[in-house]
């Protein structure tokens, strides 16, 4: 195992962790612009974030059992050639069904980097480095949100909402580059047994662990509340008459609480065990959902700094509790460590695809469709701390024996 980390190799590792939340959050700002010039409904614009987080969800359990195979990179090359050329049917598309097909097909290519990059930390760096490691990724994840939208309105007053593919199929061409210097992580692929057999026995082992479950539903319940808000919040702010620049400035003061929150916990685990920090952090996460939801329940909301102001409490929680449950869900599973990442976040976007498409659906009742549902994942994040708690006891009771 490592016991430093070169800058480059942050730097990749970084990219990677950031490209399928670069290709959510840059065209927020453009969903109207593209509801007009493709002459379709929000319901259905919406669907192109719902239908992008399928994809995401679903081309992980591809990818971590491929790369656990072939190894990190040629998976990872793989996936970003798919994301290549999707992207550029994105820039072309004259109609929402093929903008659709496109995101899907997009998403399935980027979806490989969430996973591989996760796998290749867990290969690379073991222990206390390991969730420093993490903690320092993290939340530069979290700047997506505030500099993709900045980009993307900026892009709208420039060019239009294809533009912003444009760039997208750029950063993609980067991050082959950067994938192609980069050595292989995964010291001994396994080819030695049937990959069938060696999926469903890794599997097994995954499912049986209370601490994966508990640790996945934590994860899958926080950001579930948080593309809840993002794929409501344009329609939400276009209503309350703000423009496109204003959508794009609206995600900074949320970002810079999640960069905050992630290196707090960074700080704090010098000094603190991780099991002692989460509880805490998993109490502000819950009161900042049942806030924003009784503002938006109780009284009419004409400006979005009153939700703003609590959802950054979240967005905070949000950064120091990702990099806490990611390394947990995810440490005891060294030998298969990129099937286990692609079913830890199958199973994580596939709770926030469940969240944004209701919010979709429900796009007309605006504000109060968007804090309903989060509302509801506090319910998923419970549930999974229980199965933590127990997980930890169960240790704790082994350990005394």
């Known amino acids: 195992m ?58 992980q359990l591809v990818y971590g059992p491929l790369s656990d195979r072939i190894g990190r990179k040629p998976a990872l090359l793989i996936g970003l050639s798919l994301y290549l050329v999707a992207t550029v049917v994105c820039i072309f598309a004259n109609n929402i069904y093929l903008l659709l ?43 997506s949100p505030a500099l993709a939208p900045l980009v993307g309105s900026h892009l709208l007053t420039l060019y239009d909402w294809r533009s912003i593919f444009v760039v997208l199929f750029a950063l993609g061409v980067g991050f082959v580059a950067f994938t192609l210097r980069e050595k292989e992580s995964l010291s001994k692929p396994t080819q030695d047994t049937k990959i069938i ?6 599997y ?34 276009s209503a309350m008459g703000y423009t496109e620049a204003d959508i794009g400035l609206s995600y900074i003061p949320q970002t810079i609480a999640f960069v905050v929150g992630g290196y707090a916990c960074r700080h704090a685990l010098n000094k603190l065990k991780d099991h002692s920090i989460l509880p805490w952090l998993l109490k502000l996460f819950v009161i900042s959902v049942v806030v924003i939801f009784l503002i938006s329940w109780r009284t009419d909301v004409t400006n979005i700094w009153v939700i703003l102001g ?51 659906a429900f796009a007309a009742s ?36």
């Open 310 to 360: 609590p959802f950054c409490f979240l967005a905070a929680a949000n950064g120091a509790i990702y990099p806490l449950v990611v390394n947990r869900a995810l440490e005891n599973f060294k030998s298969c460590s990129a099937t286990a990442a692609g079913l830890l976040n199958f199973l994580q976007m596939m709770v926030c695809f469940v969240a944004s498409a209701v919010v979709s």
């Open 366 to 401: 605006g504000l109060i469709a968007v804090t309903t549902v989060m509302l509801s994942t506090c319910v998923v994040v419970i549930i999974g701390f229980g199965l933590v708690w127990h997980a930890n006891r169960q240790a704790q009771t082994l350990a005394a024996a």
């Open 204 to 237: 097994q082992q995954v499912f049986k662990s209370k601490k994966f479950i508990g640790n996945m539903l934590i994860f899958a319940g926080c950001s579930a509340a948080f593309f809840a808000y993002l794929t409501g919040s344009p329609f939400v702010m």
């Open 2 to 59: 490592n016991k430093q980390v070169p800058f480059m190799t942050l730097l990749w590792l970084a990219g990677l962790s950031m490209l399928g939340f670069l290709a959510t959050d840059m065209y927020l700002p453009a969903f109207e612009a593209m509801r007009l010039d493709l002459a379709t409904s929000p319901a259905n614009i919406g669907l192109t974030l719902s239908i992008f987080l399928l994809g995401m969800a679903c081309g």
């Open 101 to 143: 097909g496109a995101r899907l097909v997009q998403a399935l290519g980027a979806c490989s980097a969430a996973v591989i990059w996760q796998a290749v930390v867990i290969d690379r760096y073991d222990g206390k480095l390991g969730q420093k490691v993490f903690a320092t990724i993290m939340p530069l994840v979290a700047l």
């Open 197 to 202: 057999d060696k999926l469903v026995s890794d």
